[in-house]
């Protein structure tokens, strides 16, 4: 009996039934998408901005303006970015899967 469906599994993908690639089991189309956050008047870093794609895939800014969003689905995507006192930007990003997008330096001007 085992011989038999072990047999069957073969056939089935060999025929192209089931997954075609058994390495393609739970892979998922994500990437990730990083930068660097600063003062449009001053250049110097923003900490504590929050950067987000969607109302799933966020992340903070640390100290050096720098952050990184993991899992952002591949594709093109929103990223905006928002900061207390600063006016809030959108940049668009081309994800691609299990790459790292790297976007220019996002600068946010001060709220007068």
Do not use: E
């Not at 660097?36 to 303006?65: F, H, M, Y």
């Not at 929103?78 to 299990?98: I, L, M, N, P």
């Amino acid at each position: 009996m085992k011989v038999f469906a072990l047999a069957f599994v073969l056939l089935l993908g060999a025929q192209g039934g089931g997954c075609s690639n058994p390495n393609d089991i739970g892979v998922q189309d994500y990437g990730n998408v990083t930068g660097r956050v600063l003062d449009a008047k001053t250049n110097q870093p923003i900490s504590g901005a929050l950067i987000s794609v969607g109302s799933t895939v966020t992340a903070t800014t640390d100290a050096q303006g720098g952050f990184t969003l993991t899992q952002v689905p591949a594709g093109t995507q929103t990223v905006t970015v928002s900061a207390a006192g600063y006016t809030t930007s959108t940049q668009t990003a081309s994800v691609k899967k299990a790459q790292t997008t790297q976007l220019d330096y996002i600068k946010l001007t001060a709220v007068q």
